[in-house]
């Protein structure tokens, strides 16, 4: 037990979220269990992992949501291990939620771009139809995340394009798409930024520059695809052919990468195979079971496209060193095993002060200098 490494997970503690400013003692070794000296509240290492308040051993659990993350059936694992079938949905709950807090702290941080493939996945629920929307970023592979929606309508692309947004710096950016109009006036609409104007009312909204929109539009004869027609809606020939060139070492305008994406997740996720008998009842297992296979594709797992060679010594021997997308994005170091993902700890957002009325107090003025710095 390292208190150093541990923050405070009290939401109403100044000190919440910050590691290594002393305020972390140890309150019990046995039980793993540490005190903020600033708050005097106790918590288990536990706290803000899926494994809090579990009384079924770490190891068991990790093991059963690895097999969940990779596709194997939840019959099966209940059969295999003996459990419920309530426990194990509650397990997943648990990992998914999690993983989209995981994926909120580190993915969604702002980064050059450079080309993003966006799609949907008709998703068969008992009883309805859902759309499921993903995008991806084509140099690292990394998956920028999805969103869940009844129906395919610009409300579910504007959504997914905001995330998009979360995760790019104005920076030249091409975005490759299907034929769905939608998808223009989403783009259009989010990649914009107010000019601040000392004038009252609503200032006007400047498009980001460098924004390049490309179609990919298939025709199909009889279910086979006769033809393919690829356009630029917005930029320059030019401009595609750079960022193509940067991203993926040229090439024409493809939605391929996003596409291989899809068969990933339809692998691993049951709910999504195109004609199966498994069906998803509820929207929110589609939502925590999508998010607990990106992260774990993220985080997890090596990508045979990012390997990167090594010359070793005089012989000029190559290796080949794998790397995860999250590896190939900058993110983390080295490739998480799956005890590390459920349990890294997403720090809360840092402590305000109350607005109050009247003279803060010397006390005040000394916690909002200690830990609002």
């Known amino acids: 037990m390292d208190p150093q490494t541990v923050f405070c997970p009290n939401l109403d503690c100044p000190a919440r979220g910050q590691v290594g400013q002393g305020n972390i003692g140890v309150f019990h070794n046995k039980e793993h269990r540490y005190i903020c000296h600033q708050c005097h509240k106790t918590f288990t290492e536990t706290k803000g992992t899926p494994f809090y308040r579990l009384r ?13 993350a990779y596709g194997c059936p939840a019959q099966a694992i209940v059969v295999a291990f003996g459990l419920d079938e309530r426990t194990v949905r509650d397990w997943l709950a648990r990992a998914g939620q999690h993983c989209e807090q995981v994926h909120q702290q580190l993915v969604q941080q702002p980064r050059d771009l450079g080309q993003v493939q966006a799609d949907e996945i008709r998703v068969k629920q008992q009883g309805q139809i859902v759309w499921l929307a993903m ?22 692309i504007i959504a997914l394009v905001q995330q998009i947004r979360r995760c790019a710096l104005c920076r030249p950016l091409l975005v490759c798409i299907d034929g769905w109009r939608a998808y223009v006036g989403a783009i259009q609409a989010v990649f914009r930024e107010a000019m601040p104007t000392r004038a009252r009312g609503r200032p006007a909204l400047r498009p980001w520059d460098g924004i390049v929109i490309a179609q990919v539009v298939k025709q199909y004869a009889q279910g086979h695809v006769i033809g393919v027609v690829r356009r630029i809606v917005q930029g320059t020939a030019d401009q595609v052919r750079d960022l193509l060139q940067r ?11 996003i596409e291989r994406l899809n068969a990933t997740f339809r692998s691993r996720l049951a709910g999504l195979v195109r004609r199966g008998r498994s069906l998803l009842r509820q929207t929110s297992t589609l939502q925590v079971g999508v998010y607990l296979v990106g992260t774990v594709y993220n985080f997890c797992t090596y990508h045979q496209s990012l390997r990167v060679p090594l010359l070793i010594g005089r012989s000029g021997r190559r290796h080949w060193v794998p790397r995860t997308p999250a590896m190939a994005a900058g993110l983390t170091d080295h490739r998480w095993t799956m005890h590390e993902l459920l349990t890294y700890h997403v720090p809360p957002p840092r402590w305000t002060p109350p607005k109050r009325r009247g003279r803060p107090s010397r006390e005040t003025k000394r916690v909002i200098q200690q830990w609002c710095q």
């Open 56 to 68: 079924t051993a770490k190891d068991q659990v990790t093991v059963v949501l690895t097999l969940l």
């Open 247 to 257: 991203t993926q070492g040229g090439g024409v305008i493809n939605t391929a990468y």
């Open 135 to 156: 995008a991806l970023q084509v140099a690292t592979r990394l998956w920028l995340g999805a969103v869940v929606s009844p129906r395919r309508d610009l409300a579910l």
